[in-house]
């Protein structure tokens, strides 16, 4: 007797942080997921780990930019239930520097790629079906980094009209905004993280599975009456006030 097709989820993005511990965490629900990045190694390392768990993966590698690489992705996504928008670019630029080519790139990668694979999954997705989109506590408000502020501002309005347009098709749409997760990204800022740790209600920065579990809570076929919503997992940063991030 042959085993059970699983049914499959994509997560953007998960070579490395963030969309690697989402691509473990649905792998342990019972996904196959497809691991897209547009780092082949970084992609296929991804596939090691889950498959040496005793899960199942595959890499696609692509820039989500390119609208016919994206298509290529979603139909090669046999038994597709849940799509993960986590890939995105984030840089540290002064407002008196920023240029409008600074908005265009942070738009067409954090925004309009996004936007571009939502409607090719939606056209394949049945009822049931789960988009996640990564948003950011960042959509507040942020020195520095306007551009990736108003383009994660734009991921949260986004969300929410998708999930009017596809509520009727019984298809949820839904955001996780990710306050200070301690990634390789957040690494590479400027900031020091004893700074950023300082700010933290809790005394600790989040890790890559705290973002995982919540995108978990959406991907769950429990959850078809939550659509719409913005889920902060910033540990209560946002309640005290603003900071960096």
Known sequence: MSAPTLPTAIVTGAGSGIGRAIAHRLS????????ADRAADAAEETVSQIT??????RAE??????????????DAASGLRVLVNNAGIFNVIPFDDLTADDFRRMYEVNLVAMFTL???????????????????????????YAHYVASKAGVAGFTKALSLELAARQITVNA??????ETDMLKARPDGLEEMRAQQPSGHLGQPEHIAHAVAFFADPRAEYVTGQVLIVDGGRSVGGTAAF
Do not use: H, K, M, W
């Open 61 to 74: 590698v692509l820039d989500i930019t390119d609208p016919a690489a994206t298509q290529a992705l979603i």
């Open 28 to 35: 342990e629900d019972g996904y196959l997921v497809i691991v």
């Open 118 to 144: 939502c409607q090719q999954a939606a056209r394949v997705l049945p009822e049931g079906g789960r988009i996640i989109n990564l948003a950011s506590r960042a959509a507040f408000g942020a020195r520095n």
């Open 52 to 57: 040496a768990a005793g899960g199942q993966a």
């Open 176 to 181: 996780v905004a990710p306050g200070v997760i």
